[in-house]
């Protein structure tokens, strides 16, 4: 509308959201009087407090979920409650996909499924979900507080009080984004947990942001996903190791970074005792992580290579080790661990490395973990795993890369150093170096405006294999990079194929190099390097703390 | 060491932290018996808590400022305190310096000066200051997780409890970051409160993170960094306005962005109920930002055009106006709004684009507002204005953005649009393009690593001046981005220098724009298009909500 100086605008309520927001409080009133609701009553309190076409955020972190929550979701009626909107992370349990099998939700927008991927290829099929688009974690929390507002959402906590005081412990991890997103926009906040308490051993929520806190039958799920066997550790992946500590961490001094949670990365984390130490880098790498509490890191740790380590969530089995080292996790006052992994994730963006593993890498380096006939996702890889222009600050490692890198124009930047490490042949002998990523085939699948790519190539620096390192930073042209990535894929078609002649030119740059170009010696690689072999030795180093999940404990 | 089965290893106290905590709060013991301070004891207290040495964070937003406790900080004695390292955002106010001069600290890493540059310089100089490193807003407090975390924090809150519950109200900003870090690491958390009270009305910072709490003599300081008055607006700005409406915005269906807070960007919000409007484009472009509650987004708001705003932190004499507007804003249950600068970061940086202004830009498109013999910083900016490289979700404008780019290989990528807005005179007619930038000579004067560049050209796509647009995205080398900068640089050196040929072949394929290439007729910019032309004509349009500081007040 025009304004010609009367500003009479058209009436209109602006508080729409608040007043709804009491409504829905209103209609719960007949199932509680405060804000403790029994379980029994659960299903009945969804079905009072949410209105169909809401969109509703169920917590499901990589390891904590709201489990109790979503199961009573799957069972509202879906003539109460239908078109929801999912906004959630991740998709884990047969009950998230089951809103949308029963009709009671119809949209989602989420970051990463994982073994519930190919039931939601299939929903996808039938029309039954009706797909936003594929999130890393920042980026989805980030549309919390922009386009993607949760109306209502559920999360998982370990103990609340009558007031509604939420104790996380040591699992606060994605919590605080989607409580801070939801209270403060009048939605709807209900916490399953543990057990109730009189008063929490601290507060990780306070209580006046909850509407509601329901004690679950039995304590939310968690997953064990960051536990890695060093029994299980290769050869290999003790070479790609060594390759990447003399290579890289040595090289760029590489101080704060951020692992990956594979075995490959294992490896490193069990050889900087030993191998690292040996070569005095004690002290000059290694020194911060942004990562989970994963076991392999007790005897970096235990020697004193890592001075500080913050958590995006816990890990089963670690809490009483983690708790005894508060000079290196962040720890409360009751003397747990609180984790946050919107700044775990954002401590890993800025810092000077990430390394991580992946299933399929393409000539131009961009890599994928997506496969055929899954809707799967990131997470958290994405966001690590990509340059961070934001950066301002300089340390040796990023001008380094930043000198290496050939720009345009004359301005001189630094840059992170994103690495993939990767052995040239994965499960069931799949290579992983391939001419055309999978992705290509599930962006046709699923109508997906764009390939599913995990790290782009462009964001992409070094590539470590069994048989050496390509650092793509030196590489001038495409063709160079085409041909530094076949010089390390070994006896893949696409290292087979590899033009020699070139590879040998790259490698008297740097842009390939073997172990032998980096003072790594092979016959080393043995599983002597490992500073423990087994889950039971990181008990032993961790002094009897750590104490690892049944599964685990095969002696 | 070596591991040979025994698992030794040299045993450490693990816990030195929380002991050194514990003996911090004991000395304090002489001073209060419970978490309030008087004022009076303050300077006491800090000698008592603080350790030479130490990494000390003065909460020192954008707008809210711990000015009693830094200047306490100032008074301590250099005999017992000195060796300090500041680790905070904002250095505004002299007392934040006089720590430096007096010796009582002596490193700094930080964000932002602006009015203390000048004198920065000077103390690095005379080795006073020794400098870490110049950081964006989320960059630092990513630190605060890693490498940086604060022994000891100063935060500023609007109330405070017996127990230490803190009330932030309309100004959290930066306070959960700085919060968070310091607690959980064992480090002592002080906050100066504008009032005592029984009950906060609501707890914005649980209270058992809070270790003090001191009454400030008078209310801690705060800046009303956003009020732009539109009775300064020129019809430059207006028709520089109608340009990114319809060359950009409309061109690209720019539904979420972060605007800057120059008066450039408030014509922009100013000509949306008007010209915007009149286009049809309510409800199609601007309908979620990431920006402070800037007094010149009322009549936006107030005509639709808005759907939400996420706010850093607030605006003075906006309170009453966001609160009523809880619809559009992010409002606790208290009322009042809630703000944070960590999440309007990220949403900003996942936005679809972000646009400001700058002093200075140079023939690569890098820019920067650092000028001679002021060490200064870019706050926020450089991670709104930079690609955000682990964005995976698709939006129109995005995919648009990313398909007009040049990109070596075959992947095809979204891309986020970064745009300038400058007039090519600048203040005191001082040319905005320049062959070479300032930073180059603050990068030698004082030692830096880089040049201090705001926006890399590399990230920028679009660059908006009263002659048009330069569409950097379509140029593919660096010739045709040089002759596209000099295309739109009116008549300056560098404008003046264009080679007209080449301009015309840019302006034939998009790359350079003119008003009449985007059907903008510049007659129209006129004073008339404004929703509002002056600070009374905000007030009106907020139905006398907003109320504005006393020195906008010229009615």
Chains 1, 2 share one sequence.
Not at 135 to 162: G, K, N, Q
Request: net charge negative; charged share 25%.
């Amino acid at each position: 509308m025009r304004v010609d100086g009367d500003f009479t605008t058209a009436r209109r309520a602006w508080n729409t959201l608040e007043t709804n927001h009491r409504e829905r409080l209103a209609r719960a009133s007949a199932i509680t009087g405060g804000k403790v609701v029994d379980a029994a009553d659960t299903v009945a309190l969804l079905e009072a407090v949410i209105e169909p076409g809401d969109r509703v955020c169920i917590e499901g972190n990589n390891q904590k979920h709201a489990d109790f929550l979503a199961k009573c979701l799957s069972q509202c009626s879906p003539e109460r409650l239908h078109g929801l909107h999912i906004v959630q992370s991740n998709l884990a349990l047969p009950a998230h996909l089951d809103v949308f099998e029963r009709g009671i939700a119809d949209r989602l927008d989420f970051c990463y499924s994982g073994p519930q991927g190919l039931r939601m290829g299939r929903l996808v099929d039938e029309g039954k979900i009706k797909l936003g688009a594929i999130h890393t974690y920042l980026e989805l929390y980030s549309r919390y507080f922009c386009d993607l507002t949760p109306r209502v959402s559920f999360i998982a906590a370990e103990a609340a009080d009558a007031d509604g005081n939420l104790y996380t412990g040591a699992n606060t991890e994605d919590t605080p984004a989607i409580v801070e997103a939801t209270a403060f926009k009048s939605g709807i906040l209900i916490a399953q947990v543990n057990r109730l308490v009189d008063r929490v051993p601290r507060v990780d929520v306070p209580g006046d942001w909850v509407s509601f806190v329901v004690q679950a039958p039995k304590p939310h799920y968690i997953e064990p996903i960051f536990t890695r066997d060093p029994a299980v550790i290769s050869e290999v992946q003790i070479l790609m190791a060594m390759m990447v500590i003399r290579g890289i961490y040595e090289e760029y001094g590489i101080t704060r970074l951020n692992h990956g949670i594979g075995f490959d990365t294992a490896a490193i984390e069990l050889i900087l005792p030993t191998y690292a130490e040996d070569l005095g880098l004690k002290g000059k790498i290694c020194q911060y992580l942004s990562v989970n509490p994963c076991p392999t890191l007790i005897p970096a740790i235990e020697s004193g290579f890592i001075e500080g380590i913050h958590c995006a969530g816990s890990e089963l089995g670690m809490e009483a080790y983690v708790s005894a080292r508060s000079d290196v996790f962040f720890i409360g006052r009751d003397g747990t661990m609180r984790s946050n992994r919107i700044f775990c994730q954002l401590a890993g963006h800025y810092a000077d490395l990430f390394i991580g593993s992946t299933l399929q890498i393409d000539l131009e380096g961009n890599s994928s973990t997506a496969t055929l006939s899954r809707i799967t996702g990131f997470g958290g890889a994405p966001n690590f795993g990509c340059e961070s222009r934001g950066r301002r600050h300089a340390s040796p490692g990023w001008l380094k890369a930043g000198r290496e890198q050939p720009r345009p124009g004359t301005m001189p930047r630094g840059r992170k150093l994103v690495v993939q490490i990767v052995e040239t042949f994965g499960d069931g002998m799949a290579p992983t170096f391939v001419e055309r990523l999978d992705a290509w085939t599930l962006q046709e699948r699923f109508g997906l405006p764009l390939p599913p790519v995990m790290v782009y190539g462009e964001d992409l620096t070094h590539i470590v294999t069994e048989e050496g390192i390509a650092n793509l930073l030196l590489c001038e042209t495409m063709e160079e990079r085409e041909q530094a990535i076949r010089g390390v894929a070994g006896y893949t078609p696409v290292g087979l194929a590899r033009d020699r002649a070139m590879v040998e030119r790259l490698r008297e740059k740097g842009a390939v190099r073997y172990p032998e170009d980096m003072g790594v010696d092979p016959r080393l690689a043995t599983r002597d390097l490992l500073a423990a072999r087994s889950i039971r030795d990181l008990v032993r180093w961790s002094g009897g703390l750590y104490d690892p999940p049944a599964r685990f404990r095969n002696w």
